[in-house]
């Protein structure tokens, strides 16, 4: 498939020039006085910031225009310890200095909730908003190293808070409010935070979700809580009595004015967030990302992959659970105005979304492969009824973008836009593989590696393999490498998570495959993937075939240990009223046959009504094949609807 895959879109001469790929290859050729830089493509300075690493993030780092008090004159040490290596470690800096380095009457943030209540900030309200907010975890003596931890939906409060917590070198967390209070406590349990920020309740699919309860149980026993800030936003001043140590933010606030903001200058690796892992197979690591790494990642990613510009309406529907809300609030260190929302993004109707798209004329539109499949088949058509003149990208992520996905935002939302597949995780804050301004779009494929990710995919062997699926793996540095775990002795966890594998390489565990071109495609994750008759098999090549089909709305697949070997069996969630009937069963196997192997075709295939997954819309395959073979599932709290597992337990179909 990738050799034949077809160009959907091509980008104008006078896009190429004006992005900042165009811009940051001209930048290098002056910084380096290197008149023989052979240097003319986006292909050309990803070989080069992989050959000269110090030299590239030394220049993203002058390009991006990093604030710090002090940079120092070493960019990396231990080049080849893998971990080990440190970036900039004379470095002195603050991450939410850069996201606050203007305070003018640009519009930083824009809110719109379900319930149509749109909210504003301009730059400089924001920087007000962050100092009184800093000065008032300070008084509760927030300090450098502490923990904050948040319960909240996607608004500005959100941002306000972490900003502040990020300037007084705190460290930052956050769940949405739509865990369990189990699920909360088995995040927040394990970093003891000193100060909760909680919410009154929140709205989804039109019904108003009281959370006052939840964030009792939570606040009750989290034992290292000096203070729970209560944020209203469902109720003008929600009762909290009940709350231990809470106080309503309008009076956690009162006391202080805006002032000058005094940042607190940290190492480069010094704790920024603590991310959780979405998975069901224990309680969730605590995964610690630091100020620089996570800064000057986001800033390569948002500028020369996504080609970001001051004032760029940088939208991405995401809830402060999952990884892209910090990817998002990254932005505005390229100086862009957030779009949040929060909310079912089909609710009242299936385009909200696109309608929240024209009225506030975003360029970037960030959303995930689940949601396209799904408005795709809604038979929304945003092209017919929307305009959509300033949206210039689409960026994609949570699981691979189908080939018929792709064909669906060209034909049915904009012809004329980037469409970037992305793909990385909370493990790195950020991608491995995602856009690039100044190349084509191939018909199901990610444009590029990430500029200074050395990726490469491996067989089972560990050798280098182009144009065969394999294993994700990263054989350089890089700065946005986690410091580690949270309480992770001797770094043991960590360790076991990413270089069990191979030595001195990170295995990230997508299975993907590296054509000759350059672009990729991911077949799914590593962990998943199927082996009937010991062939790999990634379970995306069977979703991208099932999910064709009108009448089937999503799948899960899974490989169910049978007779001494490994046989296929597919979950089909089908249209509402249809039933799987022998015909539709033939149909689908045919679609498969034809379009991948035989070895590809389940041998059963099974009607459920819904899909389990994460909070963040991941589908939990692995939880599912737990279920099928009788296994313990850990960790129900992270899934967003745990309900849907019974579907699959004892299925009689399944013992024969």
Not at 30 to 55: A, G
Not at 64 to 79: A, E, F, Q, Y
Not at 277 to 303: A, D, F, N, R, Y
Request: charged share 25%.
């Amino acid at each position: 498939m990738p050799t034949e895959a077809k160009i959907l879109w091509t980008p104008s001469a006078s896009r190429v020039k004006a992005s900042h790929i165009t811009k940051f290859i001209k930048y290098i050729k002056n910084k380096y006085n290197k008149q023989l830089l052979n240097i003319h493509s986006s292909s050309e300075l990803y070989d080069w910031s992989i050959d000269e690493p110090t030299e590239f993030w030394d220049s993203v780092w002058s390009y991006c225009d990093v604030l710090s008090s002090k940079k120092g004159k070493t960019i990396l040490s231990n080049p080849h310890q893998m971990p080990g290596a440190k970036w900039f470690p004379e470095a002195r800096l603050n991450y939410a200095e850069n996201l606050l380095r203007q305070r003018n009457d640009q519009e930083a943030i824009v809110f719109r909730g379900e319930d149509k209540v749109t909210n504003r900030l301009t730059y400089a309200e924001l920087y007000d908003a962050v100092s009184i907010t800093a000065q008032a975890l300070s008084k509760q003596g927030v300090k450098k190293g502490d923990r904050v931890a948040a319960f909240l939906p996607n608004l500005p409060d959100t941002i306000i808070f972490m900003l502040a917590t990020a300037s007084l070198g705190a460290l930052w967390s956050s769940c949405s409010p739509d865990f369990g209070s189990q699920g909360v406590l088995d995040r927040f349990g394990q970093i003891k935070p000193k100060i909760l920020i909680g919410v009154d309740g929140y709205y989804y699919n039109g019904k108003h979700i009281e959370t006052t309860g939840k964030l009792r149980e939570i606040a009750e026993s989290l034992k290292s809580l000096k203070k729970v800030v209560v944020v209203p936003y469902t109720t003008p001043r929600p009762k909290i009595k009940s709350i231990k140590q809470s106080i309503h933010l309008k009076d956690f606030v009162k006391p202080f004015q805006p002032g000058q903001i005094q940042f607190k200058q940290v190492p480069f690796n010094h704790p920024l967030f603590i991310m959780f892992s979405s998975g069901t197979t224990g309680v969730p690591k605590c995964i610690v990302h630091g100020h620089g790494g996570t800064l000057l990642q986001h800033l390569k990613e948002h500028q020369l992959h996504t080609d970001i510009k001051p004032k760029d309406r940088f939208f991405y529907f995401t809830t402060c659970g999952w990884m892209m809300w910090n990817w998002l609030v990254s932005g505005l260190a390229s100086g862009a105005t957030l779009l949040l929302y929060d909310g079912s993004p089909t609710y009242p109707k299936a385009d909200t979304l696109f309608d929240f798209a024209q009225k506030e004329k975003i360029t970037i539109f960030g959303t995930s492969a689940k949601y396209i499949d799904a408005i795709n088949k809604l038979g929304v058509q945003p092209k017919k009824t929307h305009k959509l003149t300033q949206l210039k990208t689409i960026t994609s992520t949570g699981s691979p973008l189908s080939p018929e996905s792709f064909d669906y935002v060209y034909t049915s939302i904009k012809k004329d836009v980037l469409l970037s597949s992305i793909a990385g995780g909370t493990d790195i804050i950020s991608c491995f593989v995602l856009g690039d301004p100044t190349l084509p779009v191939h018909r199901g494929e990610i444009q590029r590696r990430g500029f200074g990710l050395s990726v490469q995919v491996f067989n089972d062997e560990g050798n280098i393999i182009v144009g065969e699926k394999g294993e994700l793996v990263c054989t350089k540095p890089f700065p946005s490498m986690p410091i580690g775990f949270w309480n992770d002795k001797g770094d043991r966890k960590y360790l076991s998570a990413y270089f069990s594998d191979y030595k001195n390489t990170w295995c990230h565990g997508d299975f993907i495959e590296l054509t000759k071109r350059g672009t990729l495609v991911i077949y799914g994750r590593s962990d998943a993937v199927l082996n009937p008759g010991g062939v790999r098999i990634g379970t995306a090549e069977i979703y991208r075939q099932v999910e064709k089909l009108d009448s089937v709305m999503e799948s899960l697949v899974i490989g169910q240990s049978w007779q001494s070997d490994t046989r296929v069996v597919l979950f089909v969630r089908l249209r509402d009223g249809l039933t799987l009937n022998e015909s539709l069963q033939t149909e689908i196997k045919r679609t498969i046959r034809a379009n991948t192997t035989p070895r590809h075709v389940p041998e059963k295939i099974l009607q459920v009504p819904d899909i389990p997954r994460t909070k963040s819309g991941k589908i939990v395959e692995l939880a599912v094949r737990n279920i099928i073979h009788q296994e313990t599932i850990k960790n129900i709290e992270a899934l967003a609807n745990p309900e849907a597992l019974a579907y699959f337990k004892d299925r009689t179909e399944l013992k024969t």
